[in-house]
């Protein structure tokens, strides 16, 4: 599967555990929906996606992308040390150019 750079280095800062650069992949008044909780702005992010990491230590694997004009869905394996890992999450993005300006999370 061929997924686009700025994707790919979305996934791979994720795995990496560097929030910072995770969050540099947004535009700088994004928005996040997970969970029933919303972050909006880079800084929210970065402080979510940290969080969330240190608490469940998550690894993304790709298992399948489509891109129709500035909506994407990337499908994921999400592992980690939360019940009933690893699942299937769908991320449903809005994109601006290379930079994701919408990101729901969604099983």
Same mark, same amino acid.
């Given at each position: 599967?061929?997924?686009?750079?700025?994707?790919? &280095?979305?996934?791979? @800062?994720?795995?990496?555990? #560097?929030?910072?650069?995770? @969050?540099?992949?947004?535009?700088?008044?994004?928005?996040?929906? #997970?969970? &029933?909780?919303?972050?909006?702005?880079? !800084?929210?992010? !970065? &402080?979510?996606?940290?969080? @969330?990491?240190?608490?469940?230590?998550?690894?993304?694997?790709?298992? #399948?992308?489509?891109? $129709? &004009?500035?909506?994407?869905?990337?499908?994921?394996?999400?592992?980690? $040390?939360?019940?009933?890992?690893?699942?299937?999450?769908?991320?449903?993005?809005?994109? #601006?150019?290379?930079?994701?300006?919408?990101?729901?999370? $969604?099983?």
């Amino acid at each position: 599967m061929k997924l686009p750079e700025n994707i790919q &280095g979305f996934i791979k @800062a994720q795995n990496n555990q #560097d929030s910072t650069a995770f @969050a540099n992949y947004f535009t700088e008044h994004a928005t996040v929906s #997970d969970e &029933g909780s919303s972050y909006s702005g880079r !800084e929210e992010i !970065e &402080g979510w996606i940290e969080e @969330a990491t240190e608490k469940y230590n998550m690894q993304l694997t790709p298992i #399948d992308f489509s891109q $129709t &004009g500035s909506k994407g869905k990337l499908t994921l394996e999400v592992s980690g $040390t939360f019940p009933g890992s690893p699942l299937v999450m769908n991320y449903h993005l809005e994109l #601006d150019g290379n930079s994701i300006s919408s990101l729901k999370i $969604t099983d």
